[in-house]
């Protein structure tokens, strides 16, 4: 039997037999090497980001990476055995973090947490970026721009609570699992009648921070969800029209695929969420005591 402790190698935190991974596999795992050299000297400039294979946090960040084009190094750390520098870039040893020597101040290393917080100074550092793929409307256009955060803020309301609530809560026991089911599937319906009608990205033909911020736990919806709580693609207007053709165009995109670990990453990850296993974490532990997510 698994001990249920993340922090057991042998029989961690998954299902039977589940293995706790501690690096990113599939195509995910390509670019993590592909990033794994340190460019943060104080002479460089560089960003490190402290992330974890499972993390929907750190995916929407390292999606953001991905489409500027950046120079950054991927760190794969277990923020359940928070090693001391991810303590010291943030207090909290959540995921992701970024350590950063900005030029601010010659030769300091800096660190910054919120995976949002995150996007947001990624977007403004390396303006125009590297790719020449901008996910904010221009600074002219200051409504458009507000729009798409609201449209982030939202989805960080909604979905991202309401998919712990459904993926905790026990079918068995949990009187009201059938309404969170519901509720979590109107949060899909909610975010998908905000959609361009045209797309395929949120805000029409071009990918934007509303894509970026939202696609993991999507993604995660179509394994995790699926396997765990049954949820077909058809229960939450995925198989076709809008829904599918914004998942099809993420998926085709580099710069998604390529943080994607396989499937089975994902089922052994969340196990222990899905049986709502005391001390799974610090987002698992707000979502049973209905205070907000860390
Ligand atoms: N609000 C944070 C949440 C980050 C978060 O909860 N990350 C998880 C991994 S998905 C973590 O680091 N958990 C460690 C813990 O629970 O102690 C963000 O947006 O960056």
Redesign the pocket.
Known sequence: MSTGNPNDTSKPAGSKGAHYHRECTGAALETAERHAKSINTPQDDGICIFG?A?????QRAWIVLEMLGVEYQYREVD??Q?PSDLLALNPK????SLKLSCGDKPGEVMGL????V?VEYLLERFQPPPSGTTLLPPLSEPYARAVQRLAVFRGNQSVVPAFYRFLQSQPDSDPEHHIKREEYIKTLTNFTQSMHPEGPFWAGKQISVVDCNLFPWIFRTTNVLRHFRGLQLQDWGAKEGRMAQWLEAMMKLPAVAGTCSTEELYLDSYARYAENRKGT???ADATNTGRS??
């Open positions: 974890a499972f993390c929907p946090f750190v923020p359940y928070k040893g959540l995921v992701p947490g919120e995976s949002t995150i974490s610090q987002v997510l860390p």
